[in-house]
Every structure is written in structure tokens, then in C-alpha cells.
């Protein structure tokens, strides 16, 4: 299209010129000064009026470039954001399985089984539960980000019950019998386990959400004493 433009331009400055020399050649030099001055005026007005027709395509152009890249951007972040969340929802599915695997093996006589069970929940917990969860937080709050009520949403859907479910996490695996009959020392809760969680909670938790407030510091007062 600007191709066309610019020889669309040519074919109007050419037959100008052409008169302008003829007006000099008959010696009418102010009639052809003046009329240089006008041509050069008007062709510098085609010249802007072209150069921003261009300028305007090339802009709505990245535009629409820039607008059809976030929206693909958005689409993939929702898509790994359900994967994320399906994925920690299995996990979760799995830890409360393997917690209540491990109540019911204390009814068992075999402590090598019951050892063995208590670690298998402990390695589930640190290296896969816990793991998937906060890769759950971390897309999130990218897509969550400006929306004050999602991420309200989120602290009190998802991040008091995972809390939750930590907290029962530590009182099991350290319930006295159990420890006994698996020979196992007490486990602790370090705050580097909580840290993903905690900050992010911290960091976006709404001031006027006291009941949400109160809980979250009673949760975090209760897994790392």
C-alpha cells in the first residue's frame, strides 16, 4: 500500500515540475517561485498526510499483534494454571490417602511396615505435596494479579485448607504411638516450608479480612511451634 501511495505522489509532482521548468525557460520566474513554493507546501502536506497513514496501519498493526499474543499468553496461563491445580488436587488426594494409611497401620504389630509407611508420608508431604502447591500459588498470582477479590478468594479457599491439612500433617505424624511403634523421632515444620505460602499470603492478604487474619497467624503459630 505504500508503494502505491508514494507513486501515486510521483505522478502529481512530475508534470508540476515540468511546468515549472517551462515557466523558467520562458523567463516567468516569480509565477514559477511562487508556484514552486505552493507545489513544495502541498506536496509536503501529501507527504505528512501519507507518512501518517502509514504510521497508523504499522501501529494498528502491532496492535493487534500485541493484542493476539496476550490473549495467547492468557490462554497458557490458564492451561498450566488447571494443570497445576489438578495436580495438587491429585497430590492432596493422595497425602490424605497416605495419612490415613498410616492411622491405620498403628493397629498393625509390624514396625518395620509401620516405619516404613511413616516415611513414605513424610517424603509425599516435602517433596510432592507441598511442591505442587506452590507452583499452584505461583500461577496464581500471575493471573490473578490486579483482581483484589480472586485473590482473596484464593487465600481463604485454597491456602487456610492447605494449612489446614499441614497442621494435621504434623500432629499425626508426631502422635505419640505412632512415633513408638514406627521408631521414629518427632518431625518439625521449618519456616522455609511455609515461605512460598506465608509471603505470598502476607503480601496480599486484605487488612479488613480480620477472621481470615486471625486464622492464618493461628495456623502458622501452630505448625512451627
Not at 102 to 110: D, H, I, R, Y
Not at 125 to 138: G, K, L, T
Amino acid at each position: 500500500m505504500a508503494e502505491k501511495e508514494i507513486g501515486l505522489l510521483e505522478q502529481i509532482v512530475k508534470p508540476v515540475l515540468t511546468r515549472i521548468l517551462d515557466w523558467i525557460a520562458k523567463g516567468d520566474h516569480w509565477l514559477a517561485y511562487i508556484f514552486l513554493l505552493v507545489t513544495v507546501g502541498f506536496v509536503l502536506a501529501i507527504g505528512f498526510l501519507i507518512g501518517w497513514i502509514i504510521t497508523k496501519r504499522k501501529t494498528a498493526a502491532e496492535i493487534k499483534l500485541l493484542q493476539e499474543d496476550i490473549k495467547s499468553k492468557k490462554l497458557t496461563g490458564l492451561e498450566k494454571l488447571k494443570s497445576s491445580r489438578n495436580k495438587y488436587l491429585e497430590d492432596s488426594n493422595l497425602f490424605q490417602i497416605a495419612l490415613g494409611e498410616l492411622v491405620e497401620a498403628t493397629t498393625q504389630q509390624n514396625e518395620v511396615s509401620l516405619g516404613s509407611k511413616w516415611d513414605e508420608t513424610r517424603n509425599f508431604f516435602f517433596n510432592h505435596f507441598v511442591n505442587s502447591f506452590e507452583e499452584y500459588i505461583e500461577y496464581c498470582e500471575v493471573l490473578n494479579e490486579g483482581n483484589g477479590y480472586k485473590i482473596q478468594d484464593f487465600i481463604f479457599d485454597e491456602i487456610i485448607p492447605f494449612l489446614d491439612m499441614m497442621k494435621a500433617f504434623k500432629n499425626t505424624m508426631n502422635i505419640p504411638t505412632i512415633l513408638e511403634k514406627a521408631n521414629r523421632a518427632s518431625i518439625e515444620i521449618n519456616a522455609a516450608t511455609l515461605n512460598t505460602t506465608l509471603k505470598y499470603a502476607n503480601r496480599n492478604i486484605s487488612k479488613f479480612r480480620i477472621p481470615t487474619l486471625l486464622k492464618l497467624m493461628k495456623l502458622k503459630k501452630s505448625i512451627l511451634n
